[in-house]
């Protein structure tokens, strides 16, 4: 039965929960225990600005890691930095064929305003565009260039939930405009496209940005929600586990096991089986404030960042845990290095080498944990 995408929001709005029984036989649902999850590590927008033999390197380490896939950022901004007339795409193509070199999927990251693309007054590369219709255009360019190359996935911007992910501010109608726009356009390209939902920010009130559940019920009420196969989201938990179970209910725990969870949303906005990527996870091991080795310091909220070896543990746990949550299509490791040695913030200590290019403990441990979820898929 071929699936049936409505057009207008207003009918969704109405049919929604009438077309979620039809779309049942187009949809993906749960992935079968037997088979893991999508692996993968996230570069950002790292891998663009290498030289071919860095590049390599990351690439080989996502090999040997286990890796099938890298999500890395099809920047507007790196594409057309310079106006509507002109197109960088060979910043991007030596991405795509260092990965296909390597059997490697790309999951790219469509988001990120130019400075002529943007609204007055905004002036970072987060600011939405000021005219949405400019970025969807770039988005078809680009699936026009790479869909041949075997792209057919794409993540549409990255945390537009977040405070500074969708400048002025997270705004669920504006990023629904964007979205819709996004996804008939590779459609259009690229008949077996998957559109998924941006990368949502774990977030609490207070904060800033809008909590992961409230943004997707407003994307839902926009008629955003049949726009996509799928929702990414970012669970960080560190200090604690993905496996760990809290009265209070960790990021990962907000998935599916609490009153108000992203699943609850998904039944509510009758999409129950959409699934959720896990686009971004992963634990800085170093920062400026307090460390926890997942007994000391947790809950703190002096707590940063945690010890090597308890970024092991977290690596290595949440590739169990996700290769035992059916829901979870893709778990992508964020980062593979540390991005400096300064301590003045926790975000340059996300990765699984440090910046001088040793694998920390966490390297190994991720690497056996992918290896043993796919020797024995059951656990």
């Known amino acids: 039965m071929p699936c049936v995408r409505p057009t207008l929001r207003t009918s969704l709005r109405v049919l929604g929960p009438v077309l979620c029984l039809l779309l049942s036989a187009c949809s993906t649902g749960d992935r079968p225990a037997s088979a893991p999850p999508h692996i993968g590590i996230s570069y950002g927008d790292e891998l663009v600005w290498m030289s071919d033999g860095e590049r390599d390197d990351a690439l080989d380490d996502a090999v040997t890691l286990g890796a099938t896939w890298i999500r890395a950022d099809l920047s507007w901004a790196d594409i057309q930095p310079e106006g509507p007339g002109s197109h960088l795409w060979e910043r991007f193509d030596r991405v795509v064929h260092a990965a296909r070199q390597r059997g490697l999927q790309i999951l790219p990251v469509l988001a990120y305003t130019p400075p002529w693309a943007r609204p007055g007054g905004c002036s970072s590369e987060k600011c939405e565009p000021s005219d949405p219709a400019q970025f969807v255009d770039f988005a078809e360019a680009a699936a026009r260039r790479y869909a041949p190359e075997g792209l057919h996935t794409w993540e549409v911007w990255n945390e537009p939930n977040g405070a500074g992910g969708w400048?002025?501010?997270?705004?669920?109608?504006?990023?629904?405009?964007?979205?819709?726009?996004?996804?008939?356009?590779?459609?259009?390209?690229?008949?077996?496209?998957?559109?998924?939902?941006?990368?949502?920010?774990?977030?609490?009130?207070?904060?800033?940005?809008?909590?992961?559940?409230?943004?997707?019920?407003?994307?839902?009420?926009?008629?955003?929600?049949?726009?996509?196969?799928?929702v990414a989201y970012h669970p960080y938990t560190y200090p604690y586990l993905a496996s760990d179970r809290t009265s209070w209910g960790t990021s990962w725990n907000r998935m599916a096991d609490t009153p108000t969870s992203l699943r609850n949303v998904l039944s509510r906005c009758a999409t129950p089986d959409l699934q959720i990527w896990i686009t971004e996870y992963g634990?800085?091991?170093?920062?400026?404030?307090?460390?926890?080795?997942?007994?000391?310091?947790?809950?703190?909220?002096?707590?940063?960042?945690?010890?090597?070896?308890?970024?092991?543990?977290?690596?290595?746990?949440?590739?169990?845990?996700?290769?035992?949550?059916?829901?979870?299509?893709?778990?992508?490791?964020?980062?593979?290095?540390?991005?400096?040695?300064?301590?003045?913030?926790?975000?340059?200590?996300?990765?699984?080498r440090r910046h001088d290019g040793s694998a920390k403990p966490a390297f190994a441990a991720f690497r056996e944990a992918v290896s043993r979820a796919r020797r024995y898929p059951d656990g």
């Open 167 to 230: 400048l002025p501010r997270p705004d669920a109608a504006a990023y629904t405009v964007v979205l819709e726009g996004v996804a008939g356009a590779v459609r259009r390209v690229d008949p077996q496209a998957v559109v998924i939902l941006g990368g949502l920010a774990a977030l609490s009130d207070g904060d800033g940005g809008v909590p992961e559940t409230e943004f997707l019920e407003q994307v839902c009420e926009h008629g955003g929600i049949w726009a996509v196969d799928a």
């Open 283 to 352: 634990a800085p091991t170093d920062g400026p404030g307090a460390v926890s080795d997942g007994t000391t310091g947790a809950g703190s909220a002096a707590t940063t960042h945690v010890t090597e070896d308890r970024q092991a543990a977290i690596a290595a746990d949440a590739v169990h845990t996700a290769a035992a949550t059916p829901f979870v299509a893709g778990l992508f490791w964020y980062s593979l290095r540390d991005l400096s040695e300064d301590p003045a913030s926790a975000e340059s200590f996300f990765g699984l």
